[in-house]
């Protein structure tokens, strides 16, 4: 077990420009989150797949902004024409289904994007 | 909705000072309750949590206790060390089906000097 991890580290970006960014959850683990943390602020929900099926987004996610989970194991969340208000912190997190289990959410070390 | 609310910071502490940052939530379900932690440089990492009322979450000499009368989980330390710096996030989920997703407050930067 290695963790949830999550690439790139770090993204600079124009503005207008897409970014894609990956997470690879702990393997067994079936829940995968998506946040996003802004400066001073605490993590906030973007989206969540049991799975392949995305099955709740927040309304924070915008057009510009969608997420996939093609085989149930990695993610990938893509935000197009990029604003610099979406600069961020975006955080993974993994959950299993176990029912002892489920609420405890273990979190990658994120994706700091910045746009220009 | 749900929310959570911690109280300002930063804290600054002397090692092995007593440590309490609060924690109060408004939940539309029974919630569980979370404290995270972020050491600098690393990601969320789960402190303590507590499922029900009354229950005691406790982790490296942290405790925090689920008031479900107050709507609190304040987290406590008796003797803090330089390497309790970090900031502390209380969160708590309530399950909608399927989601657990987390609502977080806003985080305390608490710093502990030798």
């Known amino acids: 077990d290695t963790g949830v991890s999550q690439n790139p580290r770090h993204k600079i970006t124009k503005r207008g420009q897409n970014v894609t960014f990956r997470c690879d959850p702990i393997s067994e683990h079936n829940r995968l989150y998506w946040y996003r943390q802004t400066l001073g602020q605490g993590p906030e929900f973007l989206t969540y797949f049991q799975n392949e099926a995305q099955l709740e987004k927040s309304r924070l996610l915008s057009d510009r902004f969608s997420a996939e989970r093609p085989k149930g194991s990695f993610s990938t969340l893509e935000i197009q024409r990029t604003e610099q208000g979406d600069s961020a912190m975006y955080l993974c997190?993994?959950?299993?289904?176990?029912?002892?289990?489920?609420?405890?959410?273990?979190f990658g070390p994120g994706t700091r994007l910045l746009v220009l | 909705g749900d929310s959570v609310t911690q109280m300002e910071g930063p804290v600054t502490l002397s090692e092995e000072a007593f440590l309490t940052i609060n924690c109060t939530y408004t939940?539309?379900?029974?919630?569980?309750l979370f404290w995270y932690v972020q050491y600098p440089g690393e990601g969320l990492q789960l402190l303590l949590k507590a499922t029900k009322a009354d229950d005691k979450g406790s982790n490296k000499g942290f405790e925090a206790t689920y008031r479900k009368e107050t709507t609190s989980f304040h987290l406590e330390k008796g003797s803090v060390q330089v390497s309790d710096s970090a900031v502390y996030f209380c969160?708590?989920?309530?399950?909608?089906?399927?989601?657990?997703?987390?609502?977080f407050g806003k985080g305390i930067t608490l710093s502990v000097r030798p």
């Open positions: 969160a708590l989920s309530v399950s909608t089906g399927a989601n657990s997703k987390l609502t």
């Open positions: 997190a993994s959950s299993s289904t176990d029912r002892e289990a489920r609420e405890t959410q273990y």
């Open positions: 939940a539309t379900g029974y919630p569980s």
